[in-house]
T-cell receptor, first 113, second 111 residues
Framework: KQEVTQIPAALSVPEGENLVLNCSFTDSAIYNLQWFRQDPGKGLTSLLLIQSSQREQTSGRLNASLDKSSGRSTLYIAASQPGDSATYLCAVINAGNNRKLIWGLGTSLGVNP | DVKVTQSSRYLVKRTGEKVFLECVQDMDHENMFWYRQDPGLGLRLIYFSYDVKMKEKGDIPEGYSVSREKKERFSLILESASTNQTSMYLC??????????FGDGTRLSIL
């Protein structure tokens, strides 16, 4: 059964720091991996989607990598800003079931001015 | 931009009531989802639908039902609300192999 783990559960950094959030999954047979952001009391916003055949995706200051064989993904945030403070969630879709996301519990990020 | 609209941001109901949560999307997505989100438990899938009048159970369907009579609308029904159904409910929609788009959520309290 696929399980998605995100470590650490919470992280606090000073403004301007580059940081890495980690996501691991137990079954490497995935269709894609997705990163989302959630602000307090709000819904989720999609950040990046990496297909199983891809190694990384970039959007602005965000870069997500995927290593299927080791069951890991990282979300790199460059030059962090207070507005980046949010919870970041990772989710995978298993190969053969391309609708249902399996979710991690998220990393709560605080960026201090 | 895709818009997913949930009918209420906050809702307070009483134990035993029948509760309807509505979700509408404007991008002709075939797939729609209902989740609940609780501290320490993360996002859990209740039901999803991949076409009009089609539905599949998610991980925690007990106590809930759904209706999808039109492509743009997906309703979640709490047949007889109980206090353990107090939660944040999130609706999402997507086209296959695209990211899910979420509504702002409904914070439901059952008293």
């Amino acid at each position: 059964k696929q399980e998605v783990t995100q470590i650490p559960a919470a992280l606090s950094v000073p403004e301007g720091e580059n940081l890495v959030l980690n996501c691991s999954f137990t079954d490497s047979a995935i269709y894609n991996l997705q990163w989302f952001r959630q602000d307090p009391g709000k819904g989720l916003t999609s950040l990046l989607l990496i297909q199983s055949s891809q190694r990384e995706q970039t959007s602005g200051r965000l870069n997500a990598s995927l290593d299927k064989s080791s069951g890991r993904s990282t979300l790199y945030i460059a030059a962090s800003q207070p507005g980046d403070s949010a919870t970041y969630l990772c989710a995978v879709i298993n190969a053969g079931n391309n609708r249902k996301l399996i979710w991690g519990l998220g990393t709560s990020l605080g960026v201090n001015p | 931009d895709v818009k997913v609209t949930q009918s209420s941001r906050y809702l307070v109901k009483r134990t035993g009531e029948k509760v309807f949560l509505e979700c509408v999307q404007d991008m002709d997505h075939e797939n729609m989802f209902w989740y609940r989100q609780d501290p320490g438990l993360g996002l859990r899938l209740i039901y999803f639908s991949y076409d009009v009048k089609m539905k599949e159970k998610g991980d925690i369907p007990e106590g809930y039902s759904v209706s999808r009579e039109k492509k743009e609308r997906f309703s979640l029904i709490l047949e007889s609300a109980s206090t353990n159904q107090t939660s944040m409910y999130l609706c999402a929609s997507t086209r296959s192999n695209q990211p899910q788009h979420f509504g702002d959520g409904t914070r439901l309290s059952i008293l």
